[in-house]
């Protein structure tokens, strides 16, 4: 068994509603029945963690609270099994990945139809539990997730959210290889690997749209074409959105991106019998999708989805697209101490792909 301190490093949010991280000493945790303990050696920032951080959705049922541990795309090693875990599948030295939902029941009626974030005994990592902005957590090894030894961990940590959400998202657009598909937020961390799934794991055909830095991310994971949004007004972009599609529109929307105005243009990008899927969240007061009219939707035969994670299974399967090469993740790693710095360039908008915080 692998030496375990007694104390580890962790990151947490000591002035919620502000940019703010600071670096604390934690005492080491013990795994209960049918857990185990993770060393973590890598976390993926999510651009909710910013939300959360910053208390900025007015729809949380509380607010975060100082010395919240954020982060939930962790990937480490098991080191530890709790009591009564002997028998599981998962083995200390095992590679494991910690998501956004990083447990539940597996018992209640929205677990068996694979609503798992609506179980009531779901945990959140990085809001309702502690996250992975840390060296070592806690786990359930019924619900881990196994890492695949040709993925290395620094990559593996985006797919376990921005790349299972944005793999959940195209698959319930119902849109089809050959189709076109709007990715809304295309050179974000969900978004890039949303562009690569979508024209290099599902064959279909992709139209970016982000700022103008984020062309050329964007078009190396596969977009056929790029819209610069700040080129653009909400009637030019459509207007150019229906040309490239032949005329007809979108047969999918995935809003990536945490705006308002990004989900209200959507509804004119799409072709009769379109989807928009949502999965940005932005921020402040909640706000309905504008143009969403029971008129223009009965028109068009419109259709409105959501996406908040995906299941196990979901997981599973993005993992084994990375590891087939298929979905490369555009990331750079920094330090823990680092994180204040990574939050506020993501505030800014200046973040191109994913960051990934080394714990090592």
């Known amino acids: 068994m692998p030496e375990i301190p007694k104390q580890y490093k962790a990151c947490v949010y000591n002035e919620p509603g502000k940019v703010s ?76 990945g910690v998501k956004w939902v990083s447990g539940t029941c597996g018992n209640c009626p929205q677990c068996h139809a694979g609503a798992d974030a609506l179980c009531p005994q779901a945990k959140v990592s990085g809001y309702y539990t502690p996250g992975t902005f840390q060296q070592y957590c806690i786990g359930p090894v019924n619900y881990v997730t196994p890492i695949p030894d040709a993925l290395d961990s620094a990559e593996a940590a985006p797919m376990l959210c921005a790349g299972v959400t944005t793999y959940t998202a195209l698959r319930k657009s119902n849109a089809r290889s050959g189709q076109w598909v ?26 970016g749209i982000d700022a103008p830095s984020k062309k050329s991310l964007v078009m190396d994971c596969g977009a056929e074409h790029f819209l610069d949004v700040t ?32 989900y209200a243009q959507a509804m004119d990008f799409l072709r009769f019998d379109g989807t928009i899927v ?79 915080i080394d714990l090592q």
């Open 21 to 96: 991280t600071k670096v604390e000493t934690l005492d080491m945790p013990e795994p209960g029945p049918g857990e185990c303990l993770i060393q973590l050696t890598h976390s993926g920032v999510c651009h909710s963690d910013l939300g959360i951080m910053e208390n900025s959705w007015a729809s949380l049922p509380y607010p975060t609270q100082p010395g919240q541990v954020g982060g939930h795309e962790g990937v480490g090693k098991v080191v530890k099994l709790g009591p009564g875990s002997e028998t599981s599948t998962v083995k200390v030295g095992d590679r494991v």
């Open 182 to 207: 709007v990715i809304a937020g295309a050179g974000g961390g969900l978004g890039h690997i949303a562009c690569q799934l979508a024209s290099r794991g599902m064959a279909m055909r992709v139209i």
């Open 231 to 262: 080129a653009h007004d909400d009637k030019s972009i459509a207007e150019e959105v229906v040309k490239l599609t032949g005329g007809l529109g979108a047969s999918a929307v995935i809003v990536c991106t945490a705006s308002n105005r990004a």
């Open 278 to 356: 949502c999965v940005g969240m932005p921020e402040g007061d909640p706000q309905p999708i504008a143009k969403a009219f029971p008129q223009a939707m009965v028109f068009k035969q419109a259709n409105i989805t959501a996406v908040a994670v995906g299941t196990r299974r979901d997981a599973i399967e993005c993992l084994d697209f990375a590891a087939r090469g298929i979905v490369k993740t555009h990331i750079r790693t920094e330090k823990l101490e680092k994180l204040s710095d990574v939050f506020q360039e993501m505030k800014d908008g200046k973040l191109i792909g994913r960051v990934v």
